[in-house]
Protein backbone atom coordinates (compact mmCIF):
# COMPACT_ATOMS: atom_id res chain seq x y z
CA UNK A 1 0.00 0.00 0.00
CA UNK A 2 2.60 2.10 0.88
CA UNK A 3 4.67 2.01 -2.60
CA UNK A 4 1.23 2.22 -4.04
CA UNK A 5 0.52 5.48 -2.13
CA UNK A 6 3.92 6.85 -3.44
CA UNK A 7 3.35 6.07 -7.25
CA UNK A 8 0.43 8.13 -6.53
CA UNK A 9 2.34 10.54 -4.66
CA UNK A 10 5.22 10.95 -7.41
CA UNK A 11 2.30 11.24 -10.26
CA UNK A 12 0.66 13.97 -8.20
CA UNK A 13 4.89 15.74 -7.71
CA UNK A 14 5.33 15.43 -11.87
CA UNK A 15 2.02 17.02 -12.56
CA UNK A 16 2.60 20.09 -10.60
CA UNK A 17 6.17 20.02 -11.62
CA UNK A 18 4.53 20.33 -15.12
CA UNK A 19 1.99 22.90 -14.33
CA UNK A 20 5.40 25.60 -13.73
CA UNK A 21 6.85 24.24 -17.46
CA UNK A 22 6.84 26.47 -20.59
CA UNK A 23 7.71 26.73 -23.90
CA UNK A 24 9.23 29.20 -26.33
CA UNK A 25 8.66 28.66 -30.26
CA UNK A 26 10.05 29.95 -33.51
CA UNK A 27 8.51 33.59 -33.73
CA UNK A 28 7.60 35.23 -37.17
CA UNK A 29 8.33 39.11 -36.29
CA UNK A 30 8.87 40.71 -32.57
CA UNK A 31 8.17 44.66 -32.76
CA UNK A 32 6.66 47.41 -30.05
CA UNK A 33 7.97 50.63 -28.37
CA UNK A 34 7.81 49.26 -24.71
CA UNK A 35 9.19 50.51 -21.37
CA UNK A 36 10.09 47.35 -18.72
CA UNK A 37 9.87 47.74 -15.17
CA UNK A 38 12.35 49.74 -12.70
CA UNK A 39 15.79 48.95 -12.11
CA UNK A 40 15.54 46.30 -9.19
CA UNK A 41 19.54 47.32 -8.26
CA UNK A 42 18.48 50.76 -7.84
CA UNK A 43 14.55 50.49 -6.57
CA UNK A 44 16.14 47.52 -3.52
CA UNK A 45 18.92 50.61 -2.43
CA UNK A 46 16.36 53.07 -2.38
CA UNK A 47 14.05 51.16 -0.10
CA UNK A 48 16.82 50.68 2.51
CA UNK A 49 18.38 53.91 2.26
CA UNK A 50 15.24 55.67 2.20
CA UNK A 51 14.23 53.62 5.18
CA UNK A 52 17.06 55.30 7.20
CA UNK A 53 16.95 58.91 5.74
CA UNK A 54 15.12 61.67 7.67
CA UNK A 55 11.79 62.48 6.43
CA UNK A 56 9.59 61.52 2.88
CA UNK A 57 10.48 59.64 -0.02
CA UNK A 58 8.32 59.29 -3.21
CA UNK A 59 9.68 57.10 -5.48
CA UNK A 60 8.66 56.39 -9.25
CA UNK A 61 9.38 54.08 -11.54
CA UNK A 62 10.28 50.71 -8.77
CA UNK A 63 9.93 47.36 -9.96
CA UNK A 64 7.40 45.47 -8.04
CA UNK A 65 9.05 42.14 -8.60
CA UNK A 66 9.56 39.22 -5.83
CA UNK A 67 12.33 40.71 -4.77
CA UNK A 68 11.18 44.26 -4.32
CA UNK A 69 8.47 43.09 -2.78
CA UNK A 70 9.95 40.84 0.18
CA UNK A 71 12.43 43.74 0.77
CA UNK A 72 9.52 46.18 1.70
CA UNK A 73 7.56 43.43 4.02
CA UNK A 74 11.30 43.28 5.85
CA UNK A 75 11.15 46.85 6.56
CA UNK A 76 7.94 46.70 7.58
CA UNK A 77 8.86 44.36 10.01
CA UNK A 78 10.97 46.30 11.01
CA UNK A 79 9.06 49.32 11.93
CA UNK A 80 9.49 51.56 8.68
CA UNK A 81 6.01 52.54 6.83
CA UNK A 82 6.10 51.88 3.04
CA UNK A 83 3.46 52.74 1.04
CA UNK A 84 3.04 50.95 -2.33
CA UNK A 85 0.67 52.73 -4.60
CA UNK A 86 0.20 51.69 -8.42
CA UNK A 87 2.53 54.64 -9.73
CA UNK A 88 4.61 55.33 -6.94
CA UNK A 89 5.78 54.14 -3.59
CA UNK A 90 6.27 56.36 -0.62
CA UNK A 91 8.54 55.26 3.17
CA UNK A 92 8.84 57.23 5.91
CA UNK A 93 12.18 56.99 7.11
CA UNK A 94 13.44 56.37 10.27
CA UNK A 95 16.80 57.56 10.65
CA UNK A 96 19.96 55.84 10.86
CA UNK A 97 19.76 53.62 13.83
CA UNK A 98 15.41 53.96 14.40
CA UNK A 99 14.51 50.74 12.96
CA UNK A 100 12.96 48.64 15.78
CA UNK A 101 13.19 44.97 16.30
CA UNK A 102 11.08 41.97 14.77
CA UNK A 103 10.85 38.80 16.49
CA UNK A 104 9.52 37.24 12.75
CA UNK A 105 12.27 36.07 10.61
CA UNK A 106 13.45 38.59 7.56
CA UNK A 107 12.56 36.09 4.70
CA UNK A 108 14.83 37.25 1.68
CA UNK A 109 13.36 34.89 -0.41
CA UNK A 110 15.96 34.76 -3.82
CA UNK A 111 17.99 38.01 -3.14
CA UNK A 112 21.13 38.45 -2.86
CA UNK A 113 21.42 42.22 -3.04
CA UNK A 114 18.19 42.28 -0.51
CA UNK A 115 20.30 39.92 1.97
CA UNK A 116 23.79 41.65 1.59
CA UNK A 117 22.68 44.97 2.00
CA UNK A 118 20.31 44.17 4.88
CA UNK A 119 23.43 42.57 6.72
CA UNK A 120 25.39 45.92 6.34
CA UNK A 121 22.04 47.53 7.90
CA UNK A 122 21.04 45.92 10.73
CA UNK A 123 24.48 44.57 12.05
CA UNK A 124 24.94 47.41 13.95
CA UNK A 125 21.24 48.03 15.01
CA UNK A 126 20.25 47.53 18.93
CA UNK A 127 18.33 44.16 18.41
CA UNK A 128 19.03 40.64 16.99
CA UNK A 129 17.64 39.74 13.42
CA UNK A 130 17.43 36.54 11.58
CA UNK A 131 17.71 36.21 7.77
CA UNK A 132 16.24 32.92 6.35
CA UNK A 133 15.82 32.55 1.92
CA UNK A 134 14.37 30.22 -0.50
CA UNK A 135 16.28 27.12 -1.66
CA UNK A 136 18.40 28.99 -4.34
CA UNK A 137 19.41 32.04 -1.68
CA UNK A 138 20.25 29.70 1.02
CA UNK A 139 22.79 27.97 -1.35
CA UNK A 140 24.45 31.03 -1.75
CA UNK A 141 27.99 31.74 0.60
CA UNK A 142 27.89 34.84 1.98
CA UNK A 143 31.26 34.79 3.87
CA UNK A 144 32.87 37.34 1.22
CA UNK A 145 30.87 39.69 3.23
CA UNK A 146 30.78 37.94 6.74
CA UNK A 147 34.98 39.15 7.17
CA UNK A 148 34.30 42.26 6.76
CA UNK A 149 31.09 43.08 8.62
CA UNK A 150 33.29 40.53 11.33
CA UNK A 151 36.40 42.90 10.85
CA UNK A 152 34.04 46.18 11.65
CA UNK A 153 32.77 44.34 15.00
CA UNK A 154 29.66 42.87 13.71
CA UNK A 155 28.63 39.29 15.56
CA UNK A 156 27.73 37.35 13.52
CA UNK A 157 26.18 33.64 13.63
CA UNK A 158 25.89 31.04 10.48
CA UNK A 159 26.82 27.39 9.82
CA UNK A 160 28.88 27.55 6.87
CA UNK A 161 28.65 31.17 5.79
CA UNK A 162 25.11 30.78 4.63
CA UNK A 163 21.56 31.36 5.46
CA UNK A 164 19.92 30.97 8.11
CA UNK A 165 22.18 34.28 9.53
CA UNK A 166 21.35 35.67 12.92
CA UNK A 167 22.41 38.88 13.38
CA UNK A 168 23.65 39.33 16.67
CA UNK A 169 23.32 43.59 16.90
CA UNK A 170 23.17 45.40 20.07
CA UNK A 171 27.08 46.72 19.82
CA UNK A 172 29.07 49.21 17.97
CA UNK A 173 30.92 48.58 14.86
CA UNK A 174 34.34 50.40 13.61
CA UNK A 175 35.23 51.60 10.17
CA UNK A 176 37.80 49.53 8.67
CA UNK A 177 39.51 50.04 5.49
CA UNK A 178 38.34 47.01 3.05
CA UNK A 179 40.11 46.26 0.10
CA UNK A 180 38.13 44.71 -2.23
CA UNK A 181 39.99 42.10 -4.12
CA UNK A 182 36.51 40.03 -5.79
CA UNK A 183 34.58 42.56 -7.37
CA UNK A 184 30.95 42.58 -6.25
CA UNK A 185 28.69 46.05 -5.77
CA UNK A 186 26.62 44.07 -3.07
CA UNK A 187 29.41 43.81 -0.66
CA UNK A 188 30.59 47.43 -1.27
CA UNK A 189 26.98 48.31 -0.53
CA UNK A 190 26.83 46.75 2.36
CA UNK A 191 29.85 47.86 3.78
CA UNK A 192 28.78 51.65 2.70
CA UNK A 193 25.48 50.99 4.53
CA UNK A 194 27.18 49.67 7.54
CA UNK A 195 29.94 52.47 8.07
CA UNK A 196 27.08 55.02 8.06
CA UNK A 197 26.22 53.67 11.67
CA UNK A 198 30.19 53.45 12.53
CA UNK A 199 31.71 56.19 14.16
CA UNK A 200 34.86 57.75 11.69
CA UNK A 201 36.21 57.16 8.07
CA UNK A 202 35.40 53.98 6.53
CA UNK A 203 38.02 53.17 2.90
CA UNK A 204 36.80 50.55 0.34
CA UNK A 205 39.85 50.25 -2.38
CA UNK A 206 37.45 48.75 -5.10
CA UNK A 207 40.33 47.14 -7.61
CA UNK A 208 37.81 46.54 -10.19
CA UNK A 209 34.86 49.27 -10.37
CA UNK A 210 31.30 47.58 -10.04
CA UNK A 211 27.75 49.50 -10.38
CA UNK A 212 27.86 52.75 -8.52
CA UNK A 213 23.76 53.33 -7.79
CA UNK A 214 24.54 52.96 -3.63
CA UNK A 215 27.08 55.95 -4.06
CA UNK A 216 25.43 58.02 -6.51
CA UNK A 217 22.30 57.58 -4.05
CA UNK A 218 24.22 58.11 -0.88
CA UNK A 219 25.45 61.31 -2.31
CA UNK A 220 21.94 62.90 -3.45
CA UNK A 221 20.77 61.97 0.43
CA UNK A 222 23.51 64.29 2.02
CA UNK A 223 26.40 61.43 2.85
CA UNK A 224 29.50 62.20 3.00
CA UNK A 225 31.17 60.12 0.80
CA UNK A 226 34.14 60.99 -1.72
CA UNK A 227 34.70 58.72 -4.45
CA UNK A 228 38.49 59.39 -6.28
CA UNK A 229 39.68 57.23 -9.25
CA UNK A 230 43.43 56.25 -9.19
CA UNK A 231 44.01 54.03 -12.37
CA UNK A 232 41.54 51.38 -12.45
CA UNK A 233 40.69 51.53 -9.18
CA UNK A 234 38.48 53.41 -7.02
CA UNK A 235 38.92 54.55 -3.68
CA UNK A 236 36.00 55.37 -1.57
CA UNK A 237 35.59 56.74 2.05
CA UNK A 238 32.50 57.90 3.66
CA UNK A 239 32.06 59.28 7.41
CA UNK A 240 30.13 57.36 10.34
CA UNK A 241 27.26 60.65 10.08
CA UNK A 242 23.79 61.21 12.12
CA UNK A 243 21.12 62.31 9.69
CA UNK A 244 20.83 61.35 5.96
CA UNK A 245 18.17 63.37 3.83
CA UNK A 246 15.06 61.61 2.34
CA UNK A 247 14.75 63.10 -1.53
CA UNK A 248 12.51 61.79 -4.30
CA UNK A 249 13.92 59.43 -6.53
CA UNK A 250 12.66 58.52 -10.29
CA UNK A 251 14.10 55.23 -11.35
CA UNK A 252 14.52 54.65 -14.88
CA UNK A 253 14.34 50.82 -16.88
CA UNK A 254 16.32 47.94 -15.72
CA UNK A 255 19.16 47.40 -18.36
CA UNK A 256 19.80 44.18 -17.39
CA UNK A 257 15.89 43.02 -17.97
CA UNK A 258 16.53 45.61 -21.84
CA UNK A 259 19.81 43.62 -22.73
CA UNK A 260 16.83 39.96 -22.60
CA UNK A 261 13.82 41.74 -24.52
CA UNK A 262 16.47 43.56 -26.94
CA UNK A 263 18.28 40.71 -27.57
CA UNK A 264 15.21 38.87 -28.52
CA UNK A 265 14.65 41.12 -31.31
CA UNK A 266 18.26 41.00 -32.41
CA UNK A 267 18.01 37.04 -33.22
CA UNK A 268 14.22 37.04 -34.40
CA UNK A 269 13.95 37.97 -38.30
CA UNK A 270 12.21 41.27 -39.49
CA UNK A 271 12.10 42.70 -35.85
CA UNK A 272 12.51 46.23 -34.91
CA UNK A 273 11.68 46.85 -31.01
CA UNK A 274 12.05 50.53 -28.54
CA UNK A 275 12.77 50.08 -25.24
CA UNK A 276 12.19 53.33 -23.59
CA UNK A 277 13.96 55.54 -20.60
CA UNK A 278 16.34 52.59 -19.79
CA UNK A 279 19.05 53.13 -17.09
CA UNK A 280 22.52 53.83 -19.15
CA UNK A 281 24.89 54.22 -15.54
CA UNK A 282 28.27 53.71 -17.30
CA UNK A 283 28.71 50.82 -15.13
CA UNK A 284 25.91 48.98 -16.49
CA UNK A 285 26.47 49.80 -20.35
CA UNK A 286 29.28 47.10 -21.06
CA UNK A 287 26.63 44.36 -22.13
CA UNK A 288 25.48 46.83 -25.04
CA UNK A 289 29.02 47.84 -25.72
CA UNK A 290 30.02 44.32 -26.63
CA UNK A 291 26.77 44.13 -28.63
CA UNK A 292 27.80 46.55 -30.81
CA UNK A 293 31.07 44.71 -31.45
CA UNK A 294 28.99 42.15 -32.56
CA UNK A 295 27.48 43.54 -35.09
CA UNK A 296 24.12 44.46 -33.51
CA UNK A 297 21.82 46.98 -34.97
CA UNK A 298 21.43 48.93 -31.71
CA UNK A 299 20.78 52.77 -31.45
CA UNK A 300 21.22 54.88 -28.65
CA UNK A 301 18.98 57.92 -28.25
CA UNK A 302 17.30 60.38 -26.02
CA UNK A 303 20.08 60.62 -24.01
CA UNK A 304 19.67 62.47 -20.16
CA UNK A 305 20.41 62.49 -16.68
CA UNK A 306 17.39 61.47 -14.39
CA UNK A 307 17.77 61.15 -10.42
CA UNK A 308 21.43 61.61 -11.08
CA UNK A 309 21.67 58.47 -13.06
CA UNK A 310 21.90 58.51 -17.22
CA UNK A 311 18.52 57.19 -19.10
CA UNK A 312 17.91 56.60 -22.69
CA UNK A 313 16.09 55.12 -24.96
CA UNK A 314 17.62 52.10 -27.00
CA UNK A 315 16.49 50.33 -30.37
CA UNK A 316 17.27 46.46 -31.23
CA UNK A 317 16.98 45.34 -34.92
CA UNK A 318 17.70 41.92 -36.57
CA UNK A 319 21.20 41.27 -37.05
CA UNK A 320 23.42 39.48 -38.21
CA UNK A 321 25.82 38.64 -34.90
CA UNK A 322 29.52 37.75 -34.91
CA UNK A 323 31.21 35.59 -32.78
CA UNK A 324 33.15 37.37 -29.35
CA UNK A 325 35.95 36.74 -26.29
CA UNK A 326 35.28 38.43 -22.96
CA UNK A 327 37.75 38.95 -20.64
CA UNK A 328 37.41 38.85 -16.91
CA UNK A 329 37.38 42.43 -16.60
CA UNK A 330 34.25 42.86 -18.79
CA UNK A 331 32.91 39.77 -17.53
CA UNK A 332 32.68 41.70 -14.40
CA UNK A 333 31.04 44.31 -15.95
CA UNK A 334 28.05 42.71 -17.31
CA UNK A 335 27.77 39.33 -14.96
CA UNK A 336 24.17 39.72 -15.01
CA UNK A 337 24.25 39.71 -18.86
CA UNK A 338 26.26 36.63 -19.12
CA UNK A 339 23.36 34.12 -19.34
CA UNK A 340 21.70 35.84 -22.07
CA UNK A 341 25.19 36.73 -24.01
CA UNK A 342 25.45 32.86 -24.12
CA UNK A 343 22.33 32.25 -26.16
CA UNK A 344 23.45 35.52 -28.55
CA UNK A 345 26.67 33.56 -28.84
CA UNK A 346 25.05 30.87 -30.18
CA UNK A 347 23.06 32.65 -32.86
CA UNK A 348 26.40 34.43 -33.65
CA UNK A 349 29.01 33.56 -36.61
CA UNK A 350 31.96 32.21 -35.12
CA UNK A 351 33.07 31.40 -31.64
CA UNK A 352 32.76 32.97 -29.00
CA UNK A 353 33.75 32.95 -25.35
CA UNK A 354 34.06 34.68 -21.73
CA UNK A 355 36.45 33.36 -19.04
CA UNK A 356 37.23 34.65 -15.85
CA UNK A 357 33.46 34.62 -14.08
CA UNK A 358 34.26 32.45 -10.83
CA UNK A 359 31.58 34.76 -9.40
CA UNK A 360 28.98 33.51 -11.77
CA UNK A 361 29.25 30.01 -9.48
CA UNK A 362 27.76 31.80 -6.64
CA UNK A 363 24.56 33.73 -8.62
CA UNK A 364 20.86 32.55 -8.06
CA UNK A 365 22.39 29.31 -9.72
CA UNK A 366 25.90 28.00 -10.73
CA UNK A 367 25.52 29.90 -13.55
CA UNK A 368 28.43 28.16 -15.87
CA UNK A 369 27.05 24.50 -14.64
CA UNK A 370 23.44 25.99 -15.84
CA UNK A 371 24.27 27.16 -18.66
CA UNK A 372 26.23 24.70 -19.96
CA UNK A 373 23.68 21.71 -19.44
CA UNK A 374 21.28 24.00 -21.26
CA UNK A 375 23.62 24.63 -24.00
CA UNK A 376 24.39 20.84 -23.91
CA UNK A 377 20.49 19.97 -23.93
CA UNK A 378 20.37 21.90 -26.73
CA UNK A 379 23.11 19.98 -28.52
CA UNK A 380 25.06 23.49 -29.10
CA UNK A 381 28.96 23.07 -29.22
CA UNK A 382 29.59 24.39 -25.39
CA UNK A 383 33.16 23.62 -23.86
CA UNK A 384 34.11 24.51 -20.61
CA UNK A 385 36.98 26.86 -19.98
CA UNK A 386 39.03 28.75 -16.78
CA UNK A 387 35.32 29.76 -15.27
CA UNK A 388 34.17 30.09 -18.17
CA UNK A 389 32.40 28.59 -21.74
CA UNK A 390 33.66 28.59 -25.53
CA UNK A 391 30.78 28.86 -27.06
CA UNK A 392 30.14 27.72 -31.39
CA UNK A 393 27.74 29.60 -33.35
CA UNK A 394 26.75 29.09 -36.77
CA UNK A 395 25.24 32.66 -37.49
CA UNK A 396 21.60 31.04 -37.39
CA UNK A 397 19.40 28.86 -35.92
CA UNK A 398 21.44 25.81 -35.07
CA UNK A 399 18.97 24.26 -32.63
CA UNK A 400 18.41 20.74 -34.39
CA UNK A 401 16.17 19.14 -31.32
CA UNK A 402 13.32 19.94 -28.72
CA UNK A 403 15.22 20.78 -25.83
CA UNK A 404 13.85 20.98 -22.10
CA UNK A 405 16.45 23.13 -19.98
CA UNK A 406 16.88 22.96 -16.51
CA UNK A 407 16.59 26.76 -14.63
CA UNK A 408 17.52 25.77 -10.96
CA UNK A 409 15.28 28.37 -10.04
CA UNK A 410 17.57 31.17 -11.66
CA UNK A 411 15.09 33.93 -13.18
CA UNK A 412 18.02 34.69 -15.97
CA UNK A 413 18.71 31.62 -17.54
CA UNK A 414 15.00 30.91 -17.54
CA UNK A 415 14.75 34.01 -19.79
CA UNK A 416 17.72 33.82 -21.60
CA UNK A 417 16.45 30.17 -22.75
CA UNK A 418 12.73 31.28 -23.31
CA UNK A 419 14.31 34.27 -25.61
CA UNK A 420 16.30 31.33 -27.58
CA UNK A 421 13.17 29.55 -28.60
CA UNK A 422 12.05 32.47 -30.55
CA UNK A 423 14.64 32.26 -33.02
CA UNK A 424 14.68 28.22 -33.17
CA UNK A 425 12.82 25.73 -35.14
CA UNK A 426 12.46 23.91 -32.06
CA UNK A 427 10.77 24.34 -28.83
CA UNK A 428 12.60 25.34 -25.95
CA UNK A 429 11.34 24.27 -22.58
CA UNK A 430 12.33 25.88 -19.33
CA UNK A 431 10.98 23.40 -16.46
CA UNK A 432 10.07 26.48 -14.08
CA UNK A 433 8.70 29.87 -14.69
CA UNK A 434 8.05 30.55 -11.46
CA UNK A 435 11.47 32.47 -10.72
CA UNK A 436 10.89 35.41 -13.57
CA UNK A 437 8.85 37.18 -11.13
CA UNK A 438 12.08 37.43 -8.92
CA UNK A 439 13.01 40.26 -11.28
CA UNK A 440 10.90 40.97 -14.47
CA UNK A 441 6.64 40.15 -12.87
CA UNK A 442 5.43 41.14 -16.25
CA UNK A 443 7.84 39.49 -18.96
CA UNK A 444 6.01 36.71 -20.39
CA UNK A 445 2.76 39.00 -21.00
CA UNK A 446 5.56 42.14 -22.09
CA UNK A 447 6.84 39.20 -24.50
CA UNK A 448 3.71 38.01 -25.68
CA UNK A 449 2.47 41.17 -26.30
CA UNK A 450 5.06 42.24 -28.98
CA UNK A 451 4.98 38.81 -30.70
CA UNK A 452 6.28 36.25 -28.85
CA UNK A 453 5.45 32.75 -29.16
CA UNK A 454 5.79 32.05 -25.97
CA UNK A 455 2.66 28.83 -24.54
CA UNK A 456 1.69 27.20 -21.23
CA UNK A 457 1.12 24.00 -23.15
CA UNK A 458 4.38 22.01 -24.05
C1 LIG B 1 23.90 43.53 -7.79
C2 LIG B 1 25.24 43.24 -7.97
C3 LIG B 1 25.70 42.08 -8.74
C4 LIG B 1 24.60 41.51 -9.61
C5 LIG B 1 23.29 41.37 -8.89
C6 LIG B 1 22.83 42.73 -8.39
C7 LIG B 1 23.55 44.68 -6.97
O1 LIG B 1 26.14 41.08 -7.86
O2 LIG B 1 24.99 40.24 -10.10
O3 LIG B 1 22.29 40.83 -9.73
O4 LIG B 1 22.38 45.11 -6.97
O5 LIG B 1 24.44 45.20 -6.28
P1 LIG B 1 27.59 41.08 -7.18
O6 LIG B 1 27.62 42.14 -6.16
O7 LIG B 1 27.71 39.72 -6.56
O8 LIG B 1 28.56 41.27 -8.28
Redesign the pocket.
Known amino acids: LNLLFSKDNNILINKLKKLNQFSSKQSSSLNGVIEIPGD???S??VLILGSIAIGTTRIKGISYSDDVNNLIKNLKLLGVKVIKKKTSTIISGVGIGGLSSTKKNLYMGNS??AT??MLGLLCNQNFEAKFIGDKSLSNRNMHELIKPLRKMGAKINSKNNKLPIIIKGFNETMPIIYNQK????????AILIASLNSPGLTTIIENTP??N??EILLKKIGAKIQIKKIKEKNIIKINGQKELNAKDIVIAGDP?AAAIVGSAALITPQSEIKIKKVNMNKTRITFFNILKKMNANIKIINEKKISNEQVADITFKSSNLKGIHLGKKTV?NM??EIPIFSILATFAEGNSSFIGGN?LK???SNRIKSLYEGLTACKIKVKKKMDGLQITGNGKDNIFVNAKIKTYYDH?IAMAFLVMGLASKKKIIVDNINCIKT?FPNFLTLMKDIGANFSKKN
Do not use: Y
Open positions: KSIQRGTRLIPSAQIKSTRHTSAIDENKERS
